[in-house]
């Protein structure tokens, strides 16, 4: 069975630039999260989506964050501008019916300079 | 106070050595305990889960969840240098999906 993908892995831009991230869940799996993991800490829920529609974006910045799930499947993440504060691993993961683990994918490293 | 507090380490320790990773919260809530292990740029992966108080044992490692503390903890025994990684508790309450993580215990297993 195929893991959670994500691209790029690695993304380094300039302060109030605009950058975009990709997730391809697993198959079947109806609930994807974004979560963002600033270096040393624990994994902080940005947005979750339940097919196409969004359960919980409590956490999203919405003035520069932005997501999409198209087609509940593959997801988009944008940040539009970036600041330095957005330097951060973005993950994220994906989640079954009926379990309550959540498969997580290797992340995308961003730098804001 | 965060909901979820977990010492950050680092924790170094030898090879055979018994670690005792812990976790306290603040949610009395919570029902469904977990902890994920991260392997240095990589995602988490589930490790342990656990629901409600007691323990749970897997091979080397015994997940505890003491509720009336507010206090959960993961045991390795004969630790070895493969478990090197960052150990990272989660919370979630019954009926809900929404993770709550504590920051995270960097463990190096010293051969």
């Known amino acids: 069975e195929a893991g959670v993908a994500q691209s790029p892995r690695y993304k380094i831009i300039e302060k109030r630039q605009s950058v975009a991230f990709w997730c391809n869940p697993i198959?079947?799996?109806?609930?994807l999260y974004w979560y963002q993991q600033i270096l040393g800490q624990g994994p902080k829920l940005l947005i979750q989506f339940q097919n196409n529609g969004v359960v919980d974006d409590s956490q999203l910045p919405k003035d520069r964050f932005s997501a999409e799930r198209l087609k509940g499947v593959d997801s988009t993440l944008k940040i539009q501008p970036a600041k330095l504060e957005d330097s951060a691993v973005y993950l994220c993961?994906?989640?079954?019916?009926?379990?309550?683990?959540?498969?997580f994918g290797p992340g995308t490293r961003l730098t804001v300079l | 106070q965060k909901e979820v507090e977990q010492d950050p380490g680092p924790l170094s320790v030898p090879e055979g050595a018994i670690v005792s990773l812990n976790c306290t919260y603040s949610?009395?809530?919570?029902?469904?305990f977990m902890w994920y292990r991260q392997y240095s740029r990589k995602g988490p992966e589930l490790l342990m889960y656990t629901y409600s108080s007691g323990n749970k044992e897997d091979g080397r490692f015994t997940a505890q969840v003491d509720k009336s503390s507010k206090y959960i903890s993961l045991f390795i025994r004969d630790s070895q240098p493969s478990d090197s990684a960052t150990y990272l508790c989660?919370?979630?309450?019954?009926?809900?999906?929404?993770?709550?993580f504590g920051q995270g215990t960097r463990l190096t297993i010293n051969p």
């Open positions: 989660a919370m979630i309450t019954q009926g809900a999906q929404k993770l709550v």
């Open positions: 993961a994906s989640q079954g019916s009926g379990y309550n683990e959540q498969f």
């Open positions: 949610n009395s809530a919570f029902q469904y």
């Open positions: 198959s079947g799996h109806a609930t």
